[in-house]
């Protein structure tokens, strides 16, 4: 009787303690300053660098900077949902609860109106950044230097945790966790909220993206030289290209973490979960785009060129190109003929107009699949687009005609192609290539059928890929191919 006594004065007295919530890494598991510098580079980049100049005043004034112009959608931040939980549990029972964090007050004061669950909001305000030491004068003066209970993630909150009466972490970091080890502060609760980091990694750099540079094999098989060098060439080409190309998916994910985070499937990225950090992203970027460029040293310096345009234009892209209605599914289609380009020049095989003719209405086509669907799937749904992609839902029609148009322009290429003279020299029964013809009719109509029924939610290029009956269709190919050049 007399312990159960103790425990009802211990949870009592827990209860009268004010609790003390950090914002950045353990409520919200993105650093929030991080994603508004981002949304102001990608929204307001002419008024980027006259923020940046406000640094000279002190963080806490980048801060409030930032926060003039960009507003994050704090119903679309990436919670820690188990400690929301149990600050929702606390606050059920009595609980007062304060967020309290270095983020500036203006973003801090619309995240505690969206949940509902704060008695009060201590953060920066322009002059003071609220982390460390300000952080903690400001709850002595705040708590009459009464008690109070925090809960943190990084090393800035290490002297909280040790003035706390009773210390917690939510998703701390390596060296939170090594410091609070050897200072021997006692943590009452982890409230976990990621996934596996190697996931994450994984699935930031898109490796399943990397089926898209298979193309650049594509001149090398058709000009049947396969040749061990030639082979090993476009072999290292291919990682080349592909650890760029996963730089560039990053630095899109990172610009676009704001309109992410309202999307369907695209909010589970590991930048817009929160499951990795921006800074981590950057890393990556750096490190990517190092081995892929200092790659492209033992391969014919046109493989450089095509790689460094494929570069520019994929940033370009990501800035501000996929912003302008068809410029954008022109730059798509043409990222992919680079492909073929760079895989040409990487194994020094020309380029007959034949494919580059080919290449240019085929992926205009699956370019516009890909448009195409999300309008679909939009107009489905009753929603208006809202990611500034510069599409209206009554442009899906004439989308349709577009890339139809186009896929079919493709196999008229193509049939032309093997009706003139070139083809003799590389198949000894040319005639044999018509029977393709058929089968890239089906794929192409199967794809926009598909698409028109809303069933299309993925690239159309890793479709192909994945895609049972597209593969079947790609073995008949292949196989008629080699019948006919035997």
Not at 181 to 198: A, G, L, P
Not at 268 to 281: K, M, V
Not at 358 to 368: H, I, N, P, R, W
Not at 411 to 436: D, E, Q, T
């Amino acid at each position: 009787m007399h312990e159960q006594t103790q425990i009802h004065a211990q949870v009592s007295s827990d209860l009268m303690r004010p609790l003390c919530v950090d914002l950045d890494g353990t409520l919200v598991k993105s650093d929030t300053l991080a994603d508004s510098v981002l949304t102001l580079l990608r929204a307001h980049p002419r008024s980027a660098l006259g923020t940046f100049h406000s640094l000279l005043n002190g963080k806490a004034a980048f801060k409030a900077q930032v926060a003039s112009i960009v507003s994050l959608d704090a119903a679309h931040l990436p919670y820690n949902r188990p400690l929301l939980e149990y600050l929702e549990q606390e606050r059920g029972q009595g609980r007062h609860i304060y967020l309290t964090t270095g983020a500036d007050a203006r973003l801090a004061e619309r995240i505690a109106a969206h949940l509902g669950i704060f008695d009060g909001v201590l953060a920066s305000n322009g002059s003071t950044n609220l982390t460390g030491d300000n952080k903690l004068d400001s709850l002595r003066l705040e708590f009459n230097g009464e008690d109070f209970d925090y809960i943190g993630n990084a090393r800035p909150d290490l002297l909280l945790l040790e003035h706390a009466g009773t210390a917690m972490l939510a998703n701390p970091n390596a060296s939170l966790r090594s410091l609070v080890k050897s200072r021997k502060i006692k943590v009452h609760r982890h409230f976990e909220d990621r996934s596996s980091r190697r996931k994450s990694l994984l699935k930031a750099i898109r490796l399943h993206q990397w089926a898209k540079n298979v193309l650049i094999f594509v001149p090398l098989l058709l000009a049947h030289a396969l040749k061990l060098q030639l082979i090993l060439d476009a072999i290292f080409g291919f990682f080349c290209f592909s650890f760029c190309a996963s730089a560039t998916y990053i630095v899109n994910d990172l610009l676009d973490i704001e309109n992410d985070r309202r999307h369907a499937t695209k909010r589970l990225r590991p930048f817009a979960a929160g499951d990795l950090q921006a800074s981590t992203g950057i890393i990556m970027v750096i490190i990517l785009l190092a081995a892929g460029l200092l790659g492209t040293y033992f391969l014919p310096d046109k493989f450089l060129a095509w790689l460094s345009l494929y570069i520019v234009v994929t940033l370009s892209y990501s800035l501000a190109l996929k912003k302008v209605a068809l410029v954008d599914v022109i730059v798509l289609s043409g990222l992919y003929t680079v492909r073929i380009l760079a895989g040409g020049a990487a194994t020094a095989t020309p380029i007959s107009t034949w494919l580059a003719g080919f290449s240019v209405f085929l992926f205009f086509s699956l370019a516009l699949v890909k448009r195409f669907s999300e309008m679909q799937n939009l107009r489905e749904r009753g929603h208006v687009p809202s990611n500034g992609r510069g599409y209206l839902v009554a442009d899906i029609e004439q989308l349709r005609s577009f890339g139809t148009a186009s896929g079919y322009a493709a196999i008229v290429v193509f049939s032309l192609y093997i009706s003139g003279s070139n083809v003799a020299k590389l198949y000894h029964h040319p005639v044999r290539m018509w029977l393709i013809v058929p089968f890239m009719l089906l794929w192409i109509s199967r794809v926009w059928l598909l698409a028109s029924r809303g069933e299309m939610h993925e690239d159309p290029v890793i479709f192909a890929v994945t895609d049972r009956m597209s593969l079947l269709i790609g073995l008949a190919v292949v196989a008629i191919a080699i019948f006919a050049a035997f």
